[in-house]
């Protein structure tokens, strides 16, 4: 198993709000470990294709969340017949899992907000 870093003593809400790509990466490690590239297949698929993560934007990130402590880099792998000894695969840390519900409580009030407003509720869905 790689070291782990220390967690970022920072209360969650420190650091939000989150950019959507992060946002999108911790949500796909939410699910279980992952290598970077089947983080872009998992955010471009939960998003519909709307969120499509390059690998300057995907690396940039995992850099940033790695060096916070959200984030650790995992030892385990799958049988050799599955991987590939180039891929470095990521988890989820218990400050990123909090970090992520702070982000899911925070935009989950903007949208009852947008619901409960006048505009909103006179427009019609596309």
């Not at 872009?40 to 969340?65: C, D, F, H, N, Q």
């Not at 995992?74 to 050799?80: H, L």
């Given at each position: 198993m790689a070291p782990?870093?220390?967690?970022?003593?920072?209360?969650?809400g420190q650091f939000l709000p989150l950019t959507p790509a992060v946002f999108h990466i911790l949500l796909a490690l939410a699910d279980g470990e992952a290598h970077g590239y089947a983080i872009m297949l998992e955010v471009a698929e939960r998003?519909?294709?709307v969120v499509k993560l390059g690998p300057g934007t995907l690396y940039g990130a995992i850099s940033r969340l790695l060096e916070d402590g959200l984030i650790e880099e995992s030892n385990e792998r799958p049988g050799?017949?599955?991987d590939d000894s180039r891929r470095r695969y990521y988890r989820?840390?218990?400050s990123g899992?909090?970090?992520?519900a702070a982000e899911t409580?925070?935009?989950?009030?903007?949208?009852?907000?947008a619901r409960a407003s006048k505009t909103i509720r006179k427009m019609?869905?596309?």
């Amino acid at each position: 198993m790689a070291p782990r870093r220390k967690a970022d003593p920072r209360p969650a809400g420190q650091f939000l709000p989150l950019t959507p790509a992060v946002f999108h990466i911790l949500l796909a490690l939410a699910d279980g470990e992952a290598h970077g590239y089947a983080i872009m297949l998992e955010v471009a698929e939960r998003s519909s294709g709307v969120v499509k993560l390059g690998p300057g934007t995907l690396y940039g990130a995992i850099s940033r969340l790695l060096e916070d402590g959200l984030i650790e880099e995992s030892n385990e792998r799958p049988g050799p017949e599955m991987d590939d000894s180039r891929r470095r695969y990521y988890r989820i840390t218990p400050s990123g899992g909090a970090v992520l519900a702070a982000e899911t409580q925070r935009l989950a009030s903007l949208v009852r907000a947008a619901r409960a407003s006048k505009t909103i509720r006179k427009m019609k869905p596309a």
